[in-house]
């Protein structure tokens, strides 16, 4: 079967004398990869990478005449995490977190990744605005600055960390259920969750809302996930998706402290299976020395305090906060080894890979890079088994692995990293060769039909982490793991139109004078920011 | 094979030179030429070895020696991640010297730059001269200090000398700068002359012990006791020295022995014992 490519679009057919062919007789072939959740760009990632002068000086690049030379392991420069990406065949990821206040420095560094096409979900889930208006709520005022945020920031989706937790952080806080009242505003989080679930079906977004759950990296935690799950059941209609739980690896901690974790992941697996309204992302933990960093400032400050690591904690005026800890995760501890457990529980547990995708919420549990090795791990037992030889013993004889057979197949892993996510995002281009999609193929090194990747598993991960071809929008960009050519990927961002706009009253401007830094005048984003601007337009119900 | 090589600088550096190559493991089962043809950055340039230094060959019934003669203070991490073998430097080296070794020996008769022996996990590193800043300390912002080995310098130390150190040895003959010890695990340091303000800042475990002056200890270590004697590293050190406990902030365990006979300011702790 050929696939025929014009103009970055994927055609009928093309005139075969006159096309440059390539020849991926023998290979596997698939849409280029989607990334649902890896912070790659904004304020919390570049101090990330101001923090850590050692994860430079371990990993770098050299320039090459067709690349920028970059460094960095968990927190690679902009340029550097494009390539790599491409090498990986990826050609779509989202960057998750972008405190509103942030979003030109956030566009700046997006401008600056080269090879994949992007977007970025504003943070609006501790938002004065938001709180506000649904403490009277008044959900359709709501919707209507919602609206006029995502556009004015560029944004993608609607992003919610630990809701109401946040505001609460900024009293000293935190707040441990989904019914606590968040200080002042006296609303909780299980209203904010419904009320911007509305708002997103107000305003037809693509993607669902964007969830971390309350309570994030806690034992027994995982009775949140669910609770967080469960209120909004009513709302989800048609068996579309209408939440999603994102590095889900995190709220899926059973037991009452850090002695007796165990995983929930059993539990939420069969939440997940009876119901169609959930779609989650793996954030599997990977063992190595990586940089965690949430908008979720008092879980950093546990953590901080957990491994007594340095770290930087901050406030963004009105919206949200956020924190950054250098972190390791080690095979001989208890906790990290029950928590790379509990990722492939979920993954291997949930039986619909549309409803679960492969992340690592770089960097937050690995770098990116590490997806050939998850890919792996999800393909076969024997290397799951390897891995799990080398782990904390205890952590061993608790884990669920050795009980699950299940391997997936090269579909399954489709799904998980691509055509999953793609439809998870609404993205219709993307994550699909069907006519009309856009041009983004991946293929990889290895023949699908002969290969076992059950007792292969190093042959696949090799052929993943080195894509023999990517092509974006049409061009091959990297040949053999190689890049070919230094291509910019367009910002995807959302232009929803309402039909009562936002007006900008002085009222407006006096609160952006009285609570933010930033005057009304220099906070929007503006198109011609955007280097290579996408913007999709969204017509809302308000 | 075993062999020994010298090594002449053509010139006078002006630039940085980074030679990661200059080491017993590379330069075994090589041949002249080979070793010639090392790949080796000045500056931003990519230059050969043999563009940099006259290699001189000479057959020896021992383990691989490389002798370097002359001032190589522009040369840095000579020796880096060596496991075995021997260096021996006739002059000044750079900094980064002995980065990561995991064995063997490097001599210097001379001064050394900053970060000798960073993060090093065994072997030897034994200077004749003095030494910049940061002796056996991780680079920027890493956590992951000394694990092992020995290091002694004959002369002076600069600040830092020891963060984040784990395990190992570093015995100073001279005196030590500020902070020596700054944040250290486990492990010993010790200096025979002065050693100025803010030894063991932060420290949580591990053995300090200054011989000379030491101008004031922080007001976040408390005294213990008083001890005869001290042991490092089999040899016993006589005192009487005062033992501090500390650092107090990060509720470490660590102590630091400072001679009584070259402090006479630190009398006033004994009424707390």
Redesign the interface.
């Known amino acids: 079967m050929d696939i025929a490519i014009r103009d970055g679009k994927i055609v009928e057919k093309v005139n075969e004398l006159r096309a440059e062919k390539v020849d991926a007789s023998g290979m596997i072939v698939m849409p280029g990869g989607v990334d649902i959740h890896c912070h790659i760009a904004g304020s919390e990632v570049n101090t990330g990478r101001l ?5 430079h ?1 371990r990993d770098f690049e050299r320039k090459t005449p067709k690349t920028r030379s970059g460094v960095g392991y968990s927190v690679p420069s902009t340029f550097t995490t494009g390539y790599r990406y491409a090498r990986m065949g990826y050609t779509t990821i989202m960057n998750p977190s972008m405190p509103p206040l942030e979003a030109k420095h956030t566009h700046e560094e997006l401008n600056d990744t080269p090879m994949v096409d992007k977007g970025t979900y504003p943070l609006l889930g501790d938002w004065w605005f938001v709180l506000e208006y649904l403490k009277k709520g008044e959900i359709e005022e709501c919707a209507r600055y919602v609206a006029w945020m995502i556009t004015s920031t560029k944004g993608y989706a609607i992003k919610i960390v630990n809701p109401g937790g946040l505001e609460a952080w900024g009293s000293g806080r935190n707040l441990s259920s989904i019914d606590d009242q968040v200080p002042y505003f006296d609303i909780t989080p299980r209203e904010i969750l419904r009320g911007l679930l509305k708002v997103n079906k107000l305003l037809n977004l693509p993607h669902t809302i964007h969830v971390h759950t309350n309570n994030l990296g806690k034992p027994g935690n995982y009775l949140t996930a669910l609770d967080t799950m469960k209120c909004v059941e009513d709302l989800a209609s048609e068996d579309k998706p209408a939440i999603h739980i994102t590095h889900c690896q995190f709220s899926a901690f059973k037991g009452s402290d850090w002695r007796t974790l165990k995983s929930g992941a059993e539990e939420i697996a069969k939440y997940i299976n009876n119901h169609s309204h959930v779609t989650l992302d793996m954030g599997q933990v990977i063992f190595t020395d990586t940089t965690t960093m949430t908008a979720d400032g008092p879980f950093q400050y546990t953590l901080h305090e957990l491994s007594g ?2 770290w930087v904690n901050h406030d963004v005026e009105t919206e949200t906060c956020s924190g950054i800890v250098p972190f390791r995760y080690r095979r001989k501890s208890y906790v990290h080894a029950i928590q790379w457990s509990i990722g492939l529980e979920l993954a291997l547990l949930i039986k619909d890979p549309w409803k679960i995708f492969m992340t690592t919420d770089h960097p937050n549990a690995g770098p990116f890079t590490s997806y050939p090795r998850i890919i792996g791990w999800l393909m076969s037992r024997k290397a799951r088994e390897a891995a799990l030889n080398r782990i904390n013993p205890r952590a061993r004889n608790r884990s669920l692995l050795p009980s699950i057979d299940r391997e997936l197949g090269f579909y399954a892993i489709a799904i998980m990293t691509r055509a999953g996510q793609a439809k998870a995002l609404g993205l219709k281009n993307k994550g699909h060769l069907g006519v009309g999609a856009d041009a983004d193929v991946a293929i990889y090194k290895m023949n699908p039909e002969t290969i076992d990747p059950s007792r292969k598993y190093k042959t696949v991960r090799k052929a993943f982490k080195q894509a023999a071809y990517t092509i974006k929008g049409g061009e091959i960009v990297v040949k053999n793991g190689e890049i070919m050519q230094h291509v910019k990927g367009a910002t995807m961002w959302l232009d929803v139109q309402v039909s009562n706009p936002v007006e900008i009253t002085d009222e407006m401007k006096r609160r952006f004078r009285e609570y933010w830094t930033v005057e009304y005048e220099n906070y929007p984003v503006t198109e011609n920011y955007l280097e290579v601007s996408h913007p999709i337009t969204v017509k809302a119900n308000v | 094979m075993f062999k020994m090589m010298n090594l002449y600088p053509l010139r006078k550096f002006t630039f940085p030179v980074i030679a990661e190559c200059v080491s017993p493991d590379v330069f075994q089962d090589k041949n002249q030429k080979e070793i010639e043809d090392l790949e080796i950055l000045e500056g931003n340039k990519q230059k050969r070895l043999g563009e940099l230094f006259k290699v001189e060959e000479t057959r020896k019934e021992q383990e691989t020696i490389i002798t370097v003669y002359g001032d190589v203070s522009k040369v840095r991490r000579i020796g880096a991640y060596m496991t075995d073998g021997e260096i021996i430097i006739q002059g000044d080296a750079g900094m980064h010297l002995g980065e990561e070794m995991k064995g063997g020996k490097i001599t210097v008769h001379g001064n050394v730059a900053g970060w000798a022996g960073s993060t090093m996990k065994g072997g030897t590193i034994e200077i004749h001269g003095n030494t910049s800043h940061y002796l056996g300390a991780p680079y920027r912002g890493s956590n992951r200090g000394m694990r092992g080995g020995k290091i002694i310098v004959y002369g002076n130390v600069g600040n830092e000398a020891g963060t984040y150190m784990r395990k190992g040895l570093i015995k100073i003959y001279g005196n030590a700068g500020q902070f020596a010890g700054l944040r250290m695990r486990s492990g010993t340091i010790f200096v025979q002359g002065d050693c100025e303000e803010r030894a063991g800042a932060c420290m949580t475990g591990g053995k300090i012990v200054v011989g000379g002056f030491l101008e004031s200890v922080l007001p976040t270590f408390t005294i213990e006791s008083v001890k005869k004697k001290v042991k490092i590293e089999e040899k016993i050190v006589k005192g009487p020295f005062y033992l501090f406990l500390g650092d107090l902030t990060e509720n470490g365990k660590g102590r630091l022995y400072v001679l009584k006979e070259k402090n006479p300011q630190l009398t006033n702790y004994e009424k707390f014992l």
């Open positions: 923090l850590r002068p050692e994860d000086f690591n340095k």
